[in-house]
C-alpha cells in the first residue's frame, strides 16, 4: 500500500455491509484441514496472515499465497527511503522466504491470480495455477491513477509504486538529468525528493495551487513548497499536464497553458484506485472498492479483503493504520473469533522528507463560526503549528517544522479527551521533562541502561557490547571492534569501549600493546624507527624487515606505511595509490550513496566574485544536489558524480580555484577573521597571515587532517583555541596554540609560545608540522598526540631547541616541494583518468 | 555454459593492480566490479558490500581481500563472502582471462536475476 492518503469523496450513498454479521459461520463449518488461499503479497495480505497465526484457530488452515510481484514480501512505503537512498532494499523485506517455509505457507511469486469460480471455490493463476479454497482473502491492493493524456506509453514514464519501477527510476537517475514528477501529495513529493538525492533535475506539476492539500492547510503547504524550492524542487503548481511530448523517449512534459519541461524521466504520481477487477469477474459486491462488513467479509460470505482494494462503509484506505487494524479483524474472524470488529479512526500523515517535518491528523481547519483555530507561526525558524478545537476537544492538527508532538495531539484527538483547560497551552506541545545533563565524573557501567548508544557511527549500545563481551569471551578491543562494529569507524568512542570492555570482562585494554595492526608484532614507534634505521624505502621492505604475517599487509596497514615512507623519503618514495582510502585515492570525499563531495580551497577563507561564480556555474552544469558552506569557512559541493570529478575540477580550475584537500590526512582549512584591516578590534592581519600559512602548509601529508585557524584579537572568532594550531594575534604579537580539537572530545590548544612576527609565526608552524609528521601515529591528530607525550616535550623540541626547530622547518618545507601540487589540475589534465570512469558498458551484445 | 554467454570486457591491463574498476551493464542491472591482484588474479563481484551497498570497486584490495570503504567489512574476492565474525555474502561473477582479455560470464537470463 501506498503512504498516501486516498479518501475521496464518495461519489454514491454509502451501501452499509455490517449486516452481514449475522452470518454465523464457525470453525466447525471448516474441514479439518481447510485451504486458505491469499490473493496478494503485500503488507495488508501478510499482515493477516501473521495476525492469522498467532491465533490458535490458524493452525488449521493450509495458506497458499500468489504475489503479482517476483519479490517476497516488503515494505512499500519504504520505496521512498530506497529512492531516496536513506535506505536499501534488503532493508524493507518484512518476511524473508523462510518465514513463508516455516510456517508452511506455499508462495507463489510473479504469477497473478485472474479468476475466481465461486461456485467450484477455486481461484486461477496466469500460469494455469488451479487452487480449490475453503475461506478466500482478497488483498490486490491499489493501482495507480493515469491521467488521460498522450504520451503515456512513452519508454521513460513511470509509477512509483513497486520496486520495478524504483528499479526504473534509480536506472534513469543514472545516465539521465532531468525528471519530471506530475502530483504533489505525499508520494510525487517524496518521488520528487528521491530523484534530487539521486542528482536529477527535478520539476514538479502539481494541479492544485498548493501542495499535500488533503493534508496541509495553505498555509502549511506554502511552506513545504518554499523549503522544497530552496533544495532545488522546480514546482509548477496549477499545472495541468496536456500531454508528454517524446518520440520514442520521453522528452518533455507539455502543460495547458502552455508551459514545456524538460523530461528524460516522467513519474506519475497523481493518486491510487482499488484494484478491483477480479472481484468484479467474480460477481462480488463492489463500489469503489470492493465492498466489506465491519467483520471484513465480502458480500460472499467464504471471501475476505483487507487493504487499499476494500471499501469499508463509504471509505477507502490508502494510509496504514487502519489496514493494521483491518488484518487483525481479519486475522481473527478466520480464526474463528466473531467478535471482532473494524472500526475506522482519526488518521495522521507524516513525509518522509529528510529534515522536511510535517504532521498532520484530522480537520485542516475550523468548519464553522462554533471552531476554534489556535495557530503558532515562526517563520524565520521554519515552524507552523494549527490546532482545530471543537467544543472543548481537539479535532485536528497540522504540524509544520517541528512534530514531535504529533502523535500526542493524535492521542488527544483519538481518546476525545477535554482539552478545555489545556487549551492556551495546547499549541506549544508536550512539555517535556528537562534533560539531565551529564557531568564529567567517572560512568557507572553498571548502571546504565542497556540501550544507551556508545557508539554513533554504527549505532551499538552499551548492551550490545556488554553481551558480546561476556558470550564471545572477549578480551582485546579489536575483538570487540570485530563483534560489535563499536568504535569500528571514526573511533572517538574508542575510549568509552575500553572501559566497558574492562567493567564486563576485567580486561584492561589499555595496557596491552597497540600494534600497527594483526599483520604484525611491531608497534607504530618500532615501524617508524625501522624505516628509518635500516634504511628502508618499499612497503614490502618493511614488512620484510619485521616478518609481516601477510605478505601484502592489509587495508590498515598498508596506508599506515605508504604514509611513513612518504614522510621519511620525500622525493624518493612513489606514493601507491592502491595503498590509500578511497577519498585519497581519488581526491574527493565519498559519500553514502557512492557519490563525492568536492570542496575547493579558499586560501584563509577568502574568495572573489569570480571565484564564486565558477562554483555556481558548476553546481549548475553538473546538477549538484547540494550546496554548502562548510564549518572551515570554504564551499563543499555535496553529490558529484564520480565521472564528473575530473570536469568539476577542470571547470574550477579554469577559475584557479585548486583542491581543498577536504579529504585528506592533511592541511584542511586555515579559518581566519577579517582582523584589523577591517574589524575595529584587530590587532594585526588575521587573514593576510592565514592565507600565509596556507600557501606554505597546503598538499602536505600529515599523520591525520590538520586544521589551522588564525584569530586577529584575543576574542578569537576564529575558534583558534580547538585547532591544530591556532593563533592568536595580541598587539604585541602572536600567541601560538596547540593540539586543539574540537568534535566529540572537546580539546582545548596548550600555549607553545608568544612570538612578536609573522616569519617566527611561520618558522614555528613550519616545525610544528614536521615534529607532529615525524613523530605522531598514523591516524592520530595531534590533540591525542600532545596527550601522549605531553606540552612540554613539544615545547623542549620546538622552543628551548632553536637549531633543531630551524632543521625541522626545513626539512617541512623540502618536503612541501614534492607536495605543493594540486591533485585537481594533474586528473583535470587526464592523469589517473581510468580510475573515474567505469570499463565501457556492456550493451548491444545483451539487448 | 555457452559460448556467447561470455563477454570479453577488455585486456587484463585496463584494471589496477592491487585494484579494480565498475563495469555497468546498460540493462538496468546491478554494476559488477572486476578487481586484480597485485598477482594479476582476477575477480568480479556485484559492487555492492551485503552490509550498506557500499561500492567495492572503491575499497583497498589486499591479497584476496577488499576492504568496504563505508564501514570496512572485509570481502572474499574469490567467493564474496564476508569476512567473519562478519556475515553475508556479494554475488560473485564467474570469470575467466582468455589471450590477456578478460571474460565475465553473463548469460541473459542472469542479467535479468541481478537487474
Same mark, same amino acid.
Given at each position: 500500500?501506498?503512504?498516501?492518503?486516498?479518501?475521496?469523496?464518495?461519489?454514491?450513498?454509502?451501501?452499509?455491509?455490517?449486516?452481514?454479521?449475522?452470518?454465523?459461520?464457525?470453525?466447525?463449518?471448516?474441514?479439518?484441514?481447510?485451504?486458505?488461499?491469499?490473493?496478494?503479497?503485500?503488507?495488508?495480505?501478510?499482515?493477516?496472515?501473521?495476525?492469522?497465526?498467532?491465533?490458535?484457530?490458524?493452525?488449521?488452515?493450509?495458506?497458499?499465497?500468489?504475489?503479482?510481484?517476483?519479490?517476497?514480501?516488503?515494505?512499500?512505503?519504504?520505496?521512498?527511503?530506497?529512492?531516496?537512498?536513506?535506505?536499501?532494499?534488503?532493508?524493507?523485506?518484512?518476511?524473508?522466504?523462510? @518465514?513463508?517455509?516455516?510456517?508452511?505457507?506455499?508462495?507463489? /511469486?510473479?504469477?497473478?491470480?485472474?479468476?475466481?469460480?465461486?461456485?467450484?471455490?477455486?481461484?486461477?493463476?496466469?500460469?494455469?495455477?488451479?487452487?480449490?479454497?475453503?475461506?478466500?482473502?482478497?488483498?490486490?491492493? $491499489?493501482?495507480?491513477?493515469?491521467?488521460?493524456?498522450?504520451?503515456?506509453?512513452? !519508454?521513460?514514464?513511470?509509477?512509483?509504486?513497486?520496486?520495478?519501477?524504483?528499479?526504473? %527510476?534509480?536506472?534513469?537517475?543514472?545516465?539521465?538529468?532531468?525528471?519530471?514528477?506530475?502530483?504533489?501529495?505525499?508520494?510525487?513529493?517524496?518521488?520528487? @525528493?528521491?530523484?534530487?538525492?539521486?542528482? %536529477?533535475?527535478?520539476?514538479?506539476?502539481?494541479?492544485?495551487?498548493?501542495?499535500?492539500?488533503?493534508?496541509?492547510?495553505?498555509?502549511?503547504?506554502?511552506? =513545504?513548497?518554499?523549503?522544497?524550492?530552496?533544495?532545488?524542487?522546480?514546482?509548477?503548481?496549477?499545472?495541468?499536464?496536456?500531454?508528454?511530448?517524446?518520440?520514442?523517449?520521453?522528452?518533455?512534459?507539455?502543460?495547458?497553458?502552455?508551459?514545456?519541461?524538460?523530461?528524460?524521466?516522467?513519474?506519475?504520481?497523481?493518486?491510487?484506485?482499488?484494484?478491483?477487477?477480479?472481484?468484479?469477474?467474480?460477481?462480488?459486491?463492489?463500489?469503489?472498492?470492493?465492498?466489506?462488513?465491519?467483520?471484513?467479509?465480502?458480500?460472499?460470505?467464504?471471501?475476505?479483503?483487507?487493504?487499499?482494494?476494500?471499501?469499508?462503509?463509504?471509505?477507502?484506505?490508502?494510509?496504514?493504520?487502519?489496514?493494521?487494524?483491518?488484518?487483525?479483524? #481479519?486475522?481473527?474472524?478466520?480464526?474463528?473469533?466473531?467478535?471482532?470488529?473494524?472500526?475506522?479512526?482519526?488518521?495522521?500523515?507524516?513525509? *518522509?522528507?529528510?529534515?522536511?517535518?510535517?504532521?498532520?491528523?484530522?480537520?485542516?481547519?475550523?468548519?464553522?463560526?462554533?471552531?476554534?483555530?489556535?495557530?503558532?507561526?515562526?517563520?524565520?525558524?521554519?515552524?507552523?503549528?494549527?490546532?482545530?478545537?471543537?467544543?472543548?476537544?481537539?479535532?485536528?492538527?497540522?504540524?509544520?517544522?517541528?512534530?514531535?508532538?504529533?502523535?500526542?495531539?493524535?492521542?488527544?484527538?483519538?481518546?476525545?479527551?477535554?482539552?478545555?483547560? =489545556?487549551?492556551?497551552?495546547?499549541?506549544?506541545?508536550?512539555?517535556?521533562?528537562?534533560?539531565?545533563?551529564?557531568?564529567?565524573?567517572?560512568?557507572?557501567?553498571?548502571?546504565?541502561?542497556?540501550?544507551?548508544?556508545?557508539?554513533?557511527?554504527?549505532?551499538?549500545?552499551?548492551?550490545?557490547? &556488554?553481551?558480546?563481551?561476556?558470550?564471545?569471551?572477549?578480551?582485546?578491543?579489536?575483538?570487540?571492534?570485530?563483534?560489535?562494529?563499536? $568504535?569500528?569507524?571514526?573511533?572517538?568512542? /574508542?575510549?568509552?569501549?575500553?572501559?566497558? =570492555?574492562?567493567?564486563?570482562?576485567?580486561?584492561?585494554?589499555?595496557?596491552?600493546?597497540?600494534?600497527?595492526?594483526? #599483520?604484525?608484532?611491531?608497534?607504530?614507534?618500532?615501524?617508524?624507527?625501522?624505516?628509518?634505521?635500516?634504511?628502508?624505502?618499499?612497503?614490502?621492505? &618493511?614488512?620484510?624487515?619485521?616478518?609481516?604475517?601477510? !605478505?601484502?599487509?592489509?587495508?590498515?596497514?598498508? !596506508?599506515?606505511?605508504?604514509?611513513?615512507?612518504?614522510?621519511?623519503?620525500?622525493?624518493?618514495?612513489?606514493?601507491?595509490?592502491?595503498?590509500?582510502?578511497?577519498?585519497?585515492?581519488?581526491?574527493?570525499?565519498?559519500?553514502?550513496?557512492?557519490?563525492?563531495?568536492?570542496?575547493?580551497?579558499?586560501?584563509?577563507?577568502?574568495?572573489?566574485?569570480?571565484?564564486?561564480?565558477?562554483?555556481?556555474?558548476?553546481?549548475?552544469?553538473?546538477?549538484?544536489?547540494?550546496?554548502?558552506?562548510?564549518?572551515?569557512?570554504?564551499?563543499?559541493?555535496?553529490?558529484?558524480? *564520480?565521472?564528473?570529478?575530473?570536469?568539476? @575540477?577542470?571547470?574550477?580550475?579554469?577559475?584557479?580555484?585548486?583542491?581543498?584537500?577536504?579529504?585528506?590526512?592533511?592541511?584542511?582549512?586555515?579559518?581566519? #577573521?577579517?582582523?584589523?584591516?577591517?574589524?575595529?578590534?584587530?590587532?594585526?592581519?588575521?587573514?593576510?597571515?592565514?592565507?600565509?600559512?596556507?600557501?606554505?602548509?597546503?598538499?602536505?601529508?600529515?599523520?591525520?587532517?590538520?586544521?589551522?585557524?588564525?584569530?586577529?584579537?584575543?576574542?578569537?572568532?576564529?575558534?583558534?583555541?580547538?585547532?591544530?594550531?591556532?593563533?592568536?594575534?595580541?598587539?604585541?604579537?602572536?600567541?601560538?596554540?596547540?593540539?586543539?580539537?574540537?568534535?566529540?572530545?572537546?580539546?582545548?590548544?596548550?600555549?607553545?609560545?608568544?612570538?612578536?612576527?609573522?616569519?617566527?609565526?611561520?618558522?614555528?608552524?613550519?616545525?610544528?608540522?614536521?615534529?607532529?609528521?615525524?613523530?605522531?601515529?598514523?591516524?592520530?591528530?595531534?590533540?591525542?598526540?600532545?596527550?601522549?607525550?605531553?606540552?612540554?616535550?613539544?615545547?623542549?623540541?620546538?622552543?628551548?631547541?632553536?637549531?633543531?626547530?630551524?632543521?625541522?622547518?626545513?626539512?617541512?618545507?623540502?618536503?612541501?616541494?614534492?607536495?605543493?601540487?594540486?591533485? @585537481?589540475?594533474?586528473?583535470?589534465?587526464?592523469?589517473?583518468?581510468?580510475?573515474?570512469?567505469? =570499463?565501457?558498458?556492456?550493451?548491444?551484445?545483451?539487448? | 555454459?555457452?559460448?556467447?554467454?561470455?563477454?570479453?570486457?577488455?585486456?587484463?591491463?585496463?584494471?589496477?593492480?592491487?585494484?579494480?574498476?565498475?563495469?555497468?551493464?546498460?540493462?538496468?542491472?546491478?554494476?559488477?566490479?572486476?578487481?586484480?591482484?597485485?598477482?594479476?588474479?582476477?575477480?568480479?563481484?556485484?559492487?555492492?558490500?551485503?552490509?550498506?551497498?557500499?561500492?567495492?570497486?572503491?575499497?583497498?584490495?589486499?591479497?584476496?581481500?577488499?576492504?568496504?570503504?563505508?564501514?570496512?567489512?572485509?570481502?572474499?574476492?574469490?567467493?564474496?563472502?564476508?569476512?567473519?565474525?562478519?556475515?553475508?555474502?556479494?554475488?560473485?561473477?564467474?570469470?575467466?582471462?582468455?589471450?590477456?582479455?578478460?571474460?565475465?560470464?553473463?548469460?541473459?537470463?542472469?542479467?535479468?536475476?541481478?537487474?
Amino acid at each position: 500500500m501506498a503512504n498516501t492518503n486516498l479518501i475521496l469523496p464518495s461519489p454514491t450513498p454509502s451501501p452499509n455491509r455490517s449486516d452481514s454479521m449475522y452470518i454465523n459461520d464457525d470453525l466447525a463449518r471448516l474441514p479439518p484441514v481447510a485451504q486458505l488461499v491469499v490473493i496478494g503479497n503485500g503488507m495488508a495480505a501478510m499482515r493477516t496472515v501473521e495476525e492469522l497465526l498467532k491465533h490458535e484457530g490458524g493452525k488449521r488452515y493450509r495458506i497458499t499465497v500468489f504475489g503479482a510481484e517476483p519479490h517476497v514480501n516488503y515494505n512499500r512505503i519504504m520505496l521512498s527511503s530506497v529512492l531516496a537512498g536513506d535506505k536499501q532494499l534488503d532493508e524493507i523485506v518484512i518476511n524473508p522466504r523462510e @518465514w513463508y517455509e516455516e510456517n508452511g505457507i506455499r508462495l507463489i /511469486t510473479g504469477d497473478e491470480v485472474t479468476a475466481i469460480d465461486r461456485d467450484a471455490r477455486t481461484v486461477t493463476s496466469a500460469n494455469g495455477i488451479c487452487v480449490p479454497y475453503d475461506r478466500l482473502l482478497i488483498a490486490t491492493g $491499489s493501482k495507480p491513477l493515469a491521467p488521460r493524456i498522450p504520451g503515456l506509453e512513452l !519508454p521513460g514514464v513511470c509509477a512509483f509504486r513497486d520496486i520495478a519501477d524504483v528499479d526504473k %527510476m534509480l536506472a534513469a537517475a543514472r545516465t539521465h538529468r532531468h525528471a519530471v514528477v506530475i502530483g504533489g501529495g505525499l508520494l510525487g513529493l517524496e518521488a520528487a @525528493w528521491g530523484l534530487r538525492q539521486r542528482g %536529477m533535475s527535478v520539476a514538479l506539476v502539481h494541479l492544485m495551487p498548493t501542495l499535500m492539500e488533503r493534508q496541509l492547510d495553505a498555509a502549511a503547504g506554502q511552506l =513545504l513548497q518554499r523549503d522544497l524550492d530552496r533544495r532545488g524542487i522546480a514546482f509548477f503548481t496549477e499545472g495541468q499536464t496536456k500531454e508528454i511530448t517524446g518520440v520514442d523517449h520521453a522528452e518533455s512534459v507539455l502543460l495547458e497553458d502552455g508551459r514545456e519541461i524538460p523530461a528524460d524521466l516522467v513519474v506519475l504520481a497523481i493518486g491510487i484506485r482499488p484494484r478491483i477487477e477480479l472481484a468484479v469477474a467474480a460477481g462480488l459486491e463492489i463500489n469503489r472498492g470492493i465492498v466489506v462488513g465491519d467483520d471484513m467479509r465480502t458480500s460472499d460470505p467464504l471471501i475476505f479483503a483487507v487493504g487499499e482494494c476494500v471499501e469499508h462503509r463509504g471509505q477507502v484506505f490508502g494510509l496504514v493504520a487502519p489496514i493494521w487494524d483491518q488484518a487483525k479483524v #481479519c486475522g481473527a474472524r478466520l480464526a474463528g473469533d466473531q467478535a471482532a470488529i473494524f472500526a475506522s479512526k482519526a488518521l495522521s500523515t507524516s513525509l *518522509k522528507i529528510t529534515g522536511v517535518e510535517v504532521f498532520s491528523a484530522g480537520a485542516l481547519m475550523a468548519a464553522d463560526e462554533s471552531d476554534e483555530e489556535i495557530m503558532l507561526r515562526d517563520e524565520s525558524s521554519g515552524v507552523y503549528k494549527k490546532i482545530v478545537l471543537r467544543d472543548g476537544r481537539l479535532v485536528g492538527v497540522v504540524l509544520y517544522g517541528h512534530v514531535v508532538d504529533g502523535q500526542w495531539y493524535l492521542k488527544l484527538m483519538r481518546d476525545k479527551e477535554d482539552v478545555s483547560a =489545556l487549551r492556551e497551552r495546547l499549541v506549544f506541545g508536550k512539555v517535556f521533562a528537562e534533560a539531565e545533563s551529564g557531568g564529567a565524573k567517572a560512568v557507572d557501567y553498571e548502571a546504565m541502561p542497556d540501550d544507551t548508544q556508545i557508539c554513533g557511527c554504527n549505532g551499538v549500545c552499551k548492551g550490545d557490547i &556488554v553481551k558480546a563481551i561476556r558470550t564471545l569471551k572477549l578480551t582485546t578491543l579489536s575483538e570487540v571492534r570485530a563483534h560489535t562494529k563499536a $568504535s569500528a569507524s571514526c573511533g572517538q568512542c /574508542t575510549g568509552q569501549v575500553e572501559e566497558i =570492555l574492562a567493567y564486563a570482562a576485567g580486561v584492561d585494554a589499555k595496557a596491552t600493546k597497540k600494534t600497527v595492526c594483526d #599483520c604484525t608484532e611491531a608497534d607504530h614507534d618500532e615501524v617508524r624507527a625501522a624505516i628509518r634505521t635500516q634504511q628502508l624505502k618499499s612497503m614490502d621492505a &618493511v614488512r620484510a624487515a619485521l616478518a609481516w604475517k601477510k !605478505p601484502e599487509g592489509c587495508h590498515k596497514c598498508r !596506508p599506515a606505511l605508504n604514509y611513513y615512507l612518504l614522510c621519511e623519503w620525500p622525493g624518493e618514495y612513489h606514493d601507491d595509490a592502491s595503498s590509500r582510502f578511497v577519498n585519497e585515492r581519488l581526491h574527493a570525499n565519498i559519500q553514502k550513496d557512492g557519490t563525492y563531495s568536492v570542496v575547493p580551497r579558499m586560501w584563509g577563507g577568502l574568495t572573489t566574485p569570480a571565484e564564486l561564480h565558477a562554483i555556481a556555474d558548476v553546481a549548475e552544469k553538473f546538477n549538484i544536489p547540494t550546496v554548502k558552506v562548510t564549518g572551515g569557512q570554504r564551499i563543499d559541493l555535496l553529490g558529484v558524480k *564520480k565521472e564528473d570529478l575530473p570536469a568539476v @575540477w577542470s571547470d574550477l580550475g579554469q577559475a584557479g580555484l585548486v583542491s581543498g584537500h577536504a579529504y585528506a590526512k592533511g592541511l584542511r582549512t586555515v579559518k581566519t #577573521c577579517v582582523g584589523k584591516e577591517w574589524c575595529r578590534f584587530g590587532t594585526q592581519d588575521s587573514t593576510g597571515l592565514g592565507v600565509k600559512l596556507e600557501k606554505m602548509c597546503w598538499g602536505s601529508w600529515t599523520p591525520h587532517k590538520v586544521k589551522f585557524a588564525v584569530s586577529g584579537c584575543p576574542r578569537n572568532c576564529a575558534e583558534a583555541s580547538i585547532k591544530d594550531l591556532g593563533v592568536i594575534c595580541i598587539d604585541a604579537g602572536y600567541d601560538l596554540l596547540v593540539g586543539g580539537n574540537g568534535g566529540v572530545d572537546v580539546r582545548v590548544t596548550d600555549l607553545l609560545v608568544r612570538v612578536s612576527t609573522e616569519d617566527e609565526v611561520l618558522q614555528y608552524a613550519g616545525a610544528f608540522m614536521q615534529l607532529y609528521r615525524e613523530e605522531a601515529h598514523y591516524m592520530e591528530r595531534s590533540a591525542p598526540w600532545i596527550a601522549r607525550v605531553g606540552i612540554d616535550y613539544v615545547k623542549r623540541r620546538l622552543v628551548e631547541d632553536a637549531e633543531g626547530r630551524e632543521q625541522l622547518c626545513q626539512r617541512f618545507l623540502y618536503s612541501q616541494t614534492f607536495a605543493r601540487i594540486d591533485p @585537481w589540475h594533474e586528473r583535470a589534465s587526464g592523469a589517473a583518468a581510468a580510475a573515474f570512469q567505469p =570499463l565501457p558498458e556492456l550493451a548491444g551484445a545483451l539487448a | 555454459m555457452n559460448a556467447h554467454d561470455w563477454k570479453n570486457i577488455g585486456p587484463l591491463e585496463s584494471i589496477p593492480r592491487s585494484g579494480s574498476r565498475r563495469l555497468c551493464l546498460r540493462q538496468a542491472g546491478r554494476p559488477i566490479a572486476v578487481f586484480r591482484t597485485r598477482d594479476d588474479e582476477v575477480f568480479a563481484l556485484i559492487d555492492e558490500c551485503p552490509h550498506k551497498r557500499g561500492p567495492l570497486s572503491e575499497g583497498i584490495v589486499s591479497g584476496k581481500t577488499v576492504t568496504c570503504p563505508l564501514h570496512n567489512w572485509g570481502i572474499a574476492l574469490d567467493s564474496g563472502e564476508a569476512v567473519a565474525p562478519d556475515e553475508g555474502r556479494a554475488g560473485s561473477i564467474p570469470l575467466r582471462v582468455v589471450d590477456g582479455n578478460i571474460h565475465v560470464y553473463l548469460p541473459e537470463p542472469a542479467v535479468e536475476a541481478i537487474a
